[in-house]
């Protein structure tokens, strides 16, 4: 750890997020298990966690938004829209590289994902919602191939 006193109270946490970031990495090394706040590093991993399921879900939703828009607005594709389409994929596939328990969860999601992408691809294009099936019109498995674009 660097030369940066370390305050010697229980609140480093509150009073300097990073420091406290540093000093908990440098009680890990060294093993110093006592001193570490742990109800705070608790807190931090669930939060990790919760972080990527919900960039997961964001990801999904965006992807699927534009492969409806794909699907039913064959005049307005753009290159915009392919690039989206890839961009949004390539972080779920990483996401599952880095944390393939990730894959259950999204298969978990998708049928809720999809609801909301829905519901957001009626109001971006101001078609009627019920132009968009209520049954995804693609399978799990194509929204992440990267040759799949729905006709």
């Not at 990527?52 to 829209?81: E, G």
């Not at 328990?101 to 519901?119: G, I, P």
Request: glycine fraction near 2%; charged fraction near 25%; proline fraction near 5%.
């Amino acid at each position: 750890m660097n030369n940066q006193s370390v305050p010697k109270t229980n609140s480093l946490y509150a009073q300097d997020y990073h420091l406290w970031l540093e000093h908990t990495v440098d009680l890990l090394k060294n093993k110093n298990f006592l001193e570490l706040e742990l109800e705070n590093l608790i807190e931090e991993i669930e939060s990790m966690g919760r972080s990527d399921k919900n960039a997961l879900r964001s990801n999904l939703r965006v992807l699927l938004m534009h492969l409806l828009k794909y699907k039913f607005q064959p005049q307005n594709r753009s290159n915009s829209w392919l690039y989206t389409i890839y961009e949004h994929r390539q972080r779920l596939q990483e996401a599952f590289v880095d944390s393939p328990s990730l894959k259950y969860y999204y298969t978990e999601v998708f049928d809720s994902c999809y609801q909301h992408a829905r519901k957001e691809a009626s109001i971006e294009t101001g078609l009627p919602l019920s132009i968009f099936p209520k049954n995804y019109p693609f399978s799990i498995d194509e929204t992440l191939d990267s040759d799949f674009f729905p006709n």
